[in-house]
Every structure is written in structure tokens, then in C-alpha cells.
RNA sequence: UGGGGGAUGGUCUAAUGGUAAGGCGGCGGACUCUGACUCCGCUUAUCGGGGUUCGAAUCCCUGUCCCCCAGCCA
């Protein structure tokens, strides 16, 4: 490249200017972030977003990000999903060194803050039941009323939060409040519960408890006691940060982090909300939260994402506060450009028609050379057999192909690639009008697949020879959603939208011989089709099953479709 | 109708009082043993109305529209 070149400053979002400004101003001398799921399901695409942002910054700025559980809330929380979202950010490609926490680490130092609070004056144990705990909060325009609680002593609320602990009352019996200001106009203030009785095992510290504490007051002290200095959140957190505040403020800690809150990430033409994906693995509409439609993080790794590409997409997104949508197409640019720089070129014919080459020798074999990758001859090459028999593409034949046309048809001359030049002589049909074999000669000056004559022969095909051909599984996804935002209508189920094509299955593609030793969970672009994985459950040794993970641009396809 | 946020081409992001820029998409073309890749060109935007200023996407006033909040979820 010419270094005379203007260089391409990449815009800093709003995010890394706060943290740059803070760190020249010496406000802080390193920066310190931390991814905190709750583990109640598995990562998605937008948690990547989050990943790649606080991860991201993190190492910029020579800091660390902490991995946190935020895992206050056993009754939805498994050890499962705990494993799965280590392994995902570890497959994204980030480290956390030792740096990996659970707020449940924290619930000794959270119970003796909140015994602070009470001899503060600030909490104390209410008894209302969850239905007046509400109907005391007032509404969005009317102010709340105090709970008739509120003003008891010191001691009475020690003694009360201490038999809550020990396991003396009820669930929903009691819990304790912080003590803010029932008339605030953000509801957060309202005397938010930050302690509530659940009588369920914790996955990590068993029957230790059976209070727990809320995820306001958790996650501010979290942050302080790790040294957080930046606390990255998404917007609806946003009316929470007043009792972040408050409640850091309130305490003695070791600081005082700040909460910067950014929008999610919205995707056309996907549903990103936990509880929705929880749904389609629940309701059986995909095969588990790894299915290759999923847009999880697990899901996009069995489909053949590679973590650099999810990278790029989580780089190239941009980061603001308004809320945006994503196009589909810049996740599926993010794979091809990767894939199409480092994934090696193989031939797979998915709906196999036969040609057979009249004049080429019977019983001869011939092996054609093939570049594992045109433009990077470092790649290598392999051996294709090419014999008198093969299959081409059902797709690149037509009995009366329009001009545009630059494939088989009859009297028309193609290209196989790295092989001959072949023109179709005639072919045969069966009683249902349906194509089944082709014929064609070759031009056995053509080897290699260029004309020493250099005539011009626009088509060029892929192929493989039918005895050699290794039969093998073919699964084209695509979309999951038929429409770009399946939860815009609150009238209608995102599951109408659901695309009933998203996956289709191919038991008779025919791939190149080479494929058979393809490693699972290896990419490979079929040419002229997309690009593929080796399926890491599926494959069997020398049976690989392939994933399209996403087509080829096809600016012909489009073309057609100008023309319906 | 309380509070908190947000409005820049179709879409996402930049410009931080000084020529509204880039990506994706779309359209057109070049190249090509992948109708891929690559390359070139084009298209379209500051939510409305006032004001301050030599100069406003940016500052002020005002209006409109959109999102979030009434879990003992996170």
C-alpha cells in the first residue's frame, strides 16, 4: 500500500472518550472494566457487543476487564450456563487471567453493608406483601406512600434482617428496603427491595442463604469492591444509576465507579432477547441454544463463525446511546471477508446432475491440479480426479437458456474449472420432462481449463467426477426470521415470522474427494456456492456433514429476480 | 399526563462553532478460470420553527416524534 496514503482514523466513540479524558485528567491511572452475565441462558450476539466493548477498552488501555457472575437469582441460574459463557468469551478470544468472579463471592460483604445501612439509618425490614409493596409505590405520575415500616428502630431492623438470614420467616414475609424517598419521580428511588428471602439452593454457595441480595444493590458494591472504574451498561439501565449512586454514596467503599450506559445491539431479521431464544429451544422450533440458526455466540460457532469475524462486526457496529438495528448483511459481510481471505476453495456439487464427456476415454482417469486458494498461492494446491462421468450443478444447465446465460446449455461451451472446456451435445429427460444426463465433448487442448487457441469462454463450472465424487450432508441455513424485526407487532407472536426454509437439508451432494478428511469445525468455501463448516457434532470420521454459513454474494440470483 | 434518554442519506457511525465524512445497502461500470474477490463511479442526510454568530449538526429557546421505567428479574 502507498504510504503517502491518507491514514484511516477510525472514529472514538463516546465511551473511549469519557475513559481517555479520565485517564489524562488522572482521574485514573489504569482502567479497569467487567463483563458481568447472569447465568440464566447462553450468550448471543449482543452480549458480543458488550464482550468486545469492555474487553476491547480494556486492553487498549493496558487495564483488564473482570469476568463476573452476576448470579444473585438461583432460582433461573444453572452451573450450565456458567460453563457455556466461559467458553464462549473464551472462544471470542478474550482473557480474564484470574480475574473471575461471582457476585455470590460477594454475599458475606454485601449482608454486612447492608447491616451498615441499617445502622445508618438507610434500610430497614418491611412486611408488606409484595402486592402492597406495589401498590404503595404510587404510579409513574402519582407519588408512592410510605410503608407503615419504615421508622423502625435501628435495633428492630437488625434483629429482623438477622432472623431473615437465619431462615425464621417465610418467602415473601420480608424484606429489607433502602430508604430513599417514596415521593421521587424515578421509581428506582422508591425504597427499592435490596434483600428478599428465597428458600432455594444457590449453585455456588448451597443452602449458605436463603436471602439474596438485588441486582442494584449487588452490582454497585460489586464493581466498588473489585475496582471497577468503568461500569459499561445498556440504556434501560439508565434510570438505575441514580441508586448505583445512592447507594455508593451511602457506603463506605473502596470507590466509586462510574456507570456509562450505551444501547444494545437490535439485528434485522433475529429475535436477541434471552427469554425469546429460551423459548425457541424450550418450544422445539430450533435443536438447542448451539443451533446453527441461533444467533448465540454457540450457535454462530457451530454454524463456522470465526471469533475474528464476530470481532470485526462488534468493531465495525459503532457504539452509540440512540437506539439502532443492524442490517443481517453486515454480520454476513463480517464472515465473508474473513472467509474469503483464509478459507481454502473446494468444489461441491449440492443438487448433482450427470454429464457425461462422449468423447473422453472410457476407464480414464486424469488428475487436474487445483488451487487451494486463486489469489493466495501459498495455500497449495490439491489433485482433482477427472473422468469420462461427472457431476455439474442442476442450476448450470438450461435447455433454453436466455443470453445473459453463461452456463451449460445445448451447443454452448463452458469451462470446468481446472479442467476442460466441454460443449454440451445433447441431453436426455425422463417421462416427467426432468433432466437426467448431459452430453457433451471436450476439447482436449483445453486441459487445465484454458484454450491454447485463447478463445473467450465466459462460463466456468464446478464439478467433480461421479465415481469419486464423496456423497455427504449439506445443510443450507439461512434466516431464521422471514421479517426484518419479528417482535414489531406486539399483536402477533415473533414465532409466526419464523421462516419455515431456514434450514433445508441436502442427503446427495456431491463433494470432491479431498473433503474427506476435512477436521471438524474447519471452513471451506464451496465455489460459486458459499462458504461451509465441517459440522463439529454431526461429522463422522471420513462422512464430514457441512453447514453453509453463508452464500456467496450472487449478483446473478439478483439479477433474475429483477426479471420475475 | 411524572422521570430518564434519543433524533445526521435506506441503514449504522463520524464531524466536539469553520468544506456534512466513511462503512453497509442500492444503482452503473471495469476486471475475472468462482456471475466470488478486487477496483472505479453514482445515489441520498443534519426532526420542525425561531434565535445567537462572520459562520451552527454542534450553543440558546420552542415544538414534534421515538425508546425506557410502576419485578421480592437482571
Known amino acids: 500500500m502507498d504510504t503517502t496514503d491518507k491514514p484511516v482514523v477510525k472514529p472514538v466513540d463516546f465511551i473511549r472518550q469519557i475513559i481517555a479524558e479520565d485517564l489524562k485528567s488522572g482521574k485514573h491511572r489504569t482502567t479497569i472494566t467487567r463483563f458481568p ?16 466493548l469492555n474487553f476491547g477498552i480494556a486492553l487498549e488501555n493496558g487495564g483488564v476487564c473482570h469476568m463476573r457472575f452476576d448470579d444473585t437469582n438461583p432460582s433461573k441460574e444453572e452451573v450450565a450456563y456458567v460453563e457455556s459463557i466461559i467458553r464462549d468469551v473464551r472462544w471470542l478470544g478474550f482473557d480474564w487471567g484470574d480475574k473471575l468472579f461471582y457476585a455470590s463471592d460477594y454475599f458475606p460483604a454485601l449482608y454486612d453493608y447492608a447491616v451498615e445501612l441499617i445502622k445508618l439509618g438507610k434500610a430497614y425490614v418491611c412486611q408488606l406483601s409484595t402486592e402492597e409493596i ?24 437488625l434483629d429482623l434482617f438477622a432472623r431473615m438470614r437465619n431462615g425464621e420467616f417465610d418467602e415473601g414475609s420480608h424484606v429489607l428496603r433502602a430508604k430513599i424517598d417514596m415521593a421521587s419521580p424515578n421509581l428506582n428511588m422508591r425504597d427499592p427491595v435490596i434483600f428478599r428471602i428465597l428458600k432455594v439452593p444457590h449453585h455456588r454457595t448451597g443452602d449458605t442463604w436463603c436471602i439474596y441480595p438485588m441486582y442494584d444493590y449487588t452490582h454497585c458494591l460489586s464493581d466498588a469492591i473489585e475496582g471497577i472504574t468503568h461500569s459499561l451498561c445498556t440504556l434501560e439501565f439508565e434510570d438505575h444509576r441514580p441508586l448505583y449512586d445512592w447507594v455508593l454514596d451511602t457506603l463506605r467503599t473502596p470507590c466509586h465507579p462510574q456507570q456509562i450506559e ?73 464472515v465473508r471477508d474473513d472467509l474469503n481471505v483464509n478459507a481454502p476453495r473446494a468444489m461441491c456439487v449440492l443438487d448433482p446432475v450427470k454429464v457425461i464427456i462422449d468423447n473422453y476415454p472410457e476407464g480414464q482417469v486424469e488428475e487436474m491440479e487445483a488451487m487451494n486458494h486463486p489469489q493466495n498461492p501459498e495455500m497449495g494446491s490439491r489433485m482433482l480426479p477427472f473422468s469420462r462421468e461427472l457431476f455439474i450443478e442442476r442450476s448450470d444447465f438450461m435447455e433454453n437458456p436466455p443470453s445473459k446465460f453463461h452456463r451449460l446449455g445445448p451447443g454452448r461451451e463452458v469451462r470446468l474449472r481446472y479442467g476442460y472446456l466441454v460443449t454440451c451435445t445433447s ?59 419479528p417482535e414489531a407487532d406486539r399483536e402477533t407472536s415473533f414465532k409466526q415470522h419464523l421462516n419455515p426454509h431456514s434450514r433445508v437439508v441436502i442427503e446427495g451432494a456431491m463433494a470432491e474427494p479431498a473433503l474427506v478428511g476435512i477436521a471438524p469445525g474447519a471452513q471451506v468455501q464451496f465455489e460459486r456456492q458459499g462458504f461451509f ?32
Not at 450505551?262 to 436477541?272: D, E, G, H, K, S
Not at 484454458?450 to 450432508?473: E, F, M, N, Q, Y
Not at 453453509?548 to 429476480?561: G, S
Open 37 to 52: 452475565p447472569e447465568p440464566n441462558g447462553f450468550l448471543h450476539i449482543g452480549h458480543a457487543k458488550s464482550i468486545c
Open 134 to 157: 406495589r401498590q404503595y409505590r404510587g404510579t409513574l405520575t402519582e407519588p408512592g406512600k410510605e410503608s407503615p415500616y419504615r421508622n423502625r428502630s435501628v435495633e428492630e431492623n
Open 262 to 334: 450505551f444501547a444494545r445491539l437490535n439485528l434485522t431479521f433475529t429475535v436477541m432477547s434471552k427469554r425469546k431464544l429460551l423459548q425457541l429451544v424450550k418450544e422445539g422450533y430450533v435443536d438447542g441454544w448451539d443451533d446453527p440458526r441461533m444467533l448465540t455466540i454457540s450457535g454462530l460457532r457451530r454454524r463456522g463463525y470465526t471469533p475474528a469475524s464476530i470481532r470485526s462486526f462488534c468493531d465495525v457496529i459503532g457504539l452509540g446511546k440512540k437506539e439502532s438495528w443492524i442490517d443481517m448483511t453486515v454480520l454476513e459481510n463480517a
Open 427 to 485: 441431453f436426455v429427460k425422463d417421462e416427467d420432462g426432468i433432466i437426467q444426463e448431459i452430453h457433451c465433448t471436450y476439447d482436449p487442448a483445453s486441459r487445465g481449463g484454458s484454450a491454447p487457441d485463447g478463445r473467450k469462454v465466459k462460463g466456468t463450472i464446478h464439478w467433480v467426477s461421479a465415481t469419486h465424487a464423496l456423497p455427504c450432508r449439506v445443510r443450507l441455513y439461512d434466516r431464521l426470521f422471514l421479517v426484518e424485526n
Open 533 to 564: 463448516c465441517a459440522d463439529s457434532v454431526d461429522s463422522r470420521p471420513g462422512q464430514p456433514v457441512f453447514n453453509r454459513i453463508v452464500t456467496l454474494r450472487d449478483t446473478w440470483a439478483k439479477e433474475q429476480q429483477k426479471d420475475t
